[in-house]
């Protein structure tokens, strides 16, 4: 069974700056998906950047990037620009290549601050 | 287009109670998928059903049954409510190989199981 772990419960960054959340994961498959998702006071799960494990480019869009390292199982999402919408639960998630089951982290609380 | 709408929005119950949580889709997605979420928890696979007339367990399946009722529809019922269960509850929806696989969920049900 896959497990995905988000090591920083809680984490604050101030309007404007960069901030790096991390995820690792574990499995034995080679092929398999890795998602990052924004969960804001509302609850609306919101997706926010996907990575195919078999492209080596690391995704981007706009703000979001991530930095995959398939040898370490580390997705990291980076936030560019922060902006104070950005304040919400994000949550890393794992589905493996046969199924269409996602795996989620236990989640990190960002608080974005002006 | 409402994406996928789930009734309730709150539910509260007492011990030894059921209820049926419904969810619905407009995409015409194959899948479709049962999660709760517990305080500072990511999201746990409760049931998921990959087609019509199909469904399978996920991590969490002990006191629920499902029933996928047609294309659109899924349900979650609890026969005898305890209050372990109490939990927020979203349905999600996705299409293999559409827009990457991305899972689209409904906004959640609180429930809360006295």
């Known amino acids: 069974a896959q497990t995905v772990t988000q090591s920083q419960p809680e984490m604050s960054v101030q309007e404007a700056e960069t901030v790096t959340l991390s995820c690792t994961y574990d499995?034995?498959?080679?092929?398999?998906?890795l998602f990052w998702y924004k969960q804001p006071p509302s609850r609306q799960m919101i997706l926010v950047i996907r990575q195919e494990a078999y492209k080596q480019q690391n995704a981007t869009e706009n703000r979001f990037s991530v930095n995959f390292q398939k040898a370490a199982k580390s997705f990291s999402l980076k936030i560019s620009d922060s902006q104070l919408g950005d304040t919400a639960m994000y949550f890393c998630?794992?589905?493996?290549?046969?199924?269409?089951?996602?795996?989620f982290g236990g989640g990190t609380r960002l608080m974005v601050k002006p | 287009n409402a994406g996928v709408t789930q009734t309730p929005k709150f539910q509260v119950l007492k011990t030894g109670q059921s209820m049926t949580l419904q969810c619905a889709q407009d995409?015409?997605?194959?899948?479709m998928y049962w999660y709760r979420q517990d305080p500072g928890m990511g999201l746990r696979l409760i049931y998921y059903s990959a087609s019509e007339g199909t469904t399978d367990k996920g991590e969490v399946p002990n006191g629920y049954n499902v029933s996928r009722l047609n294309k659109r529809e899924f349900s979650l019922r609890l026969e005898s409510a305890a209050p372990s269960q109490t939990s927020v509850y979203f349905c999600?929806?996705?299409?293999?190989?559409?827009?990457?696989?991305?899972?689209?969920f409904g906004p959640g049900t609180r429930l809360t199981v006295l």
């Open positions: 998630a794992f589905r493996n290549n046969a199924g269409n089951m996602l795996t």
């Open positions: 999600a929806s996705s299409e293999v190989g559409r827009r990457g696989d991305e899972q689209f």
């Open positions: 499995t034995s498959e080679n092929n398999y998906y």
């Open positions: 995409m015409n997605h194959n899948s």
